[in-house]
């Protein structure tokens, strides 16, 4: 079941890509994003700007890398900005953008 967050996330992409809706979809029927190119983690409450370049820093560039993650690795990506910062939410929120189970 898809979230509307993930839903409207996954449409602003095609039409920022400029996409005409005719691009095939991928195998699992996720869109056509390609593989190394990084979901908006900016879409989890919470998670800022900057918290974002910090994790794709530390190589977690995606929903499901994200949702892989432990809130201790997460913590220890964010240096201080981790601190308070929910991580838990985050997996949550990452599993229910596409991120896996």
């Not at 432990?70 to 599993?95: C, M, T, Y």
């Amino acid at each position: 079941m898809f979230s509307l967050t993930g839903m409207l996330c996954r449409l602003c992409k095609c039409v920022s890509r400029g996409s005409s809706g005719t691009e095939p979809a991928a195998e699992n029927g996720d869109d056509a994003r390609a593989p190394d190119e990084p979901d908006d983690l900016t879409a989890i409450r919470g998670l800022g700007k900057a918290s974002q370049d910090r994790l794709q820093a530390a190589g977690i560039k995606t929903y499901a890398q994200l949702a892989q993650a432990s809130p201790e690795d997460l913590r220890d990506s964010l240096g201080k900005a981790g601190q308070g910062a929910k991580v838990e939410d985050w997996i949550v929120q990452a599993k229910a953008l596409g991120g896996g189970a």
